[in-house]
C-alpha cells in the first residue's frame, strides 16, 4: 500500500503542477511508469484507485484521462461515504446543513436572474394541494437544490447536495408523524421564495435557517423519545 500511495502522489503532483490538465491523458503506461520509477503494478493500482474518486476516467481502448476534476465530480465520491452514516449521526448533518443552506440562500438571493427566480416559482407551485409525504420531500430537494444552484459556488452546491441524501430519511418521518409538517414546508419555502425575489437576502438567510433548524429540533425531540 505504501509504495501504492506513493504511484498517488506522482500522478497528483503531475495534475498540481499543471503537468497534466483536465481532459488531458496519461501518458502510455510502460512510459509513465518509467518516468515515475515505479512498477506498473503499482502504476495500475494508483491508477484504479483515482479512477474511483473520479480525478481518472480509464477509457478501455483508448487510454486513461484525467477527468474534468469539476467539484460536483470530485465531491460525488462524498456521497458515497455519506450514505453510509449511521442513524445516531444525521442530527450532525442537519447541524452542517443550518450553517450551509443560509449561506448559499443569501448568496442566490444576490446572484440569481429573474429567469432563475421565476424558475424557482414553478418548482414551488408544482407541488400539488395534497401531496404525499415523498411528493413533498422530493419538491423540497429540488427547491433546495435549485437555490444551491443560484448561489454561483459550485463547491457550495455540491457540498449541499451531498448532504441532502443522509438527511432524506429524517424528513419523510417528519412528515408522516409531525401534525402539520407539511403545511409548515410549504409556508417556509414560499417565504424564502418571496425573500429572495425582492432581494431581501438577511430575510432569506433568516427564513433558510428556521426551515433547517425547525426539522433539526424536531428530530432531536424525536430522538430523545425513542
Not at 3 to 13: G, L, M, N, P, R
Request: net charge negative; proline share 3%.
Amino acid at each position: 500500500m505504501a509504495v501504492t500511495d506513493a504511484a498517488i502522489d506522482k500522478i497528483k503532483q503531475m495534475i498540481v503542477s499543471g503537468e497534466l490538465a483536465p481532459g488531458d491523458r496519461l501518458p502510455k503506461e510502460a512510459d509513465l511508469a518509467e518516468r515515475l520509477g515505479l512498477s506498473r503494478n503499482s502504476l495500475r493500482e494508483a491508477v484504479r484507485a483515482l479512477s474511483l474518486i473520479n480525478v481518472l476516467d480509464v477509457r478501455q481502448g483508448d487510454g486513461t484521462y484525467v477527468t474534468s476534476l469539476e467539484p460536483r465530480l470530485l465531491l460525488d465520491t462524498m456521497s458515497f461515504v455519506l450514505d453510509l452514516h449511521r442513524d445516531d449521526t444525521v442530527i450532525q448533518f442537519f447541524e452542517v446543513r443550518r450553517i450551509l443552506e443560509p449561506a448559499a440562500t443569501a448568496l442566490a438571493t444576490e446572484l440569481m436572474s429573474e429567469a432563475d427566480i421565476e424558475e424557482l416559482r414553478v418548482i414551488l407551485e408544482s407541488l400539488p394541494d395534497r401531496p404525499t409525504v415523498e411528493e413533498l420531500v422530493a419538491n423540497d430537494l429540488k427547491f433546495h437544490q435549485r437555490i444551491a444552484q443560484g448561489s454561483g459556488n459550485s463547491v457550495l452546491c455540491s457540498f449541499i447536495e451531498s448532504l441532502s441524501g443522509p438527511t432524506t430519511r429524517a424528513r419523510i418521518w417528519r412528515g408522516l408523524t409531525q401534525e402539520g409538517a407539511m403545511e409548515k414546508t410549504r409556508e417556509q419555502h414560499t417565504a424564502i421564495y418571496e425573500a429572495i425575489a425582492a432581494r431581501q437576502a438577511d430575510v432569506a438567510r433568516s427564513w433558510a435557517t428556521v426551515h433547517v433548524a425547525g426539522v433539526e429540533s424536531w428530530l432531536r425531540t424525536a430522538l430523545e423519545l425513542d
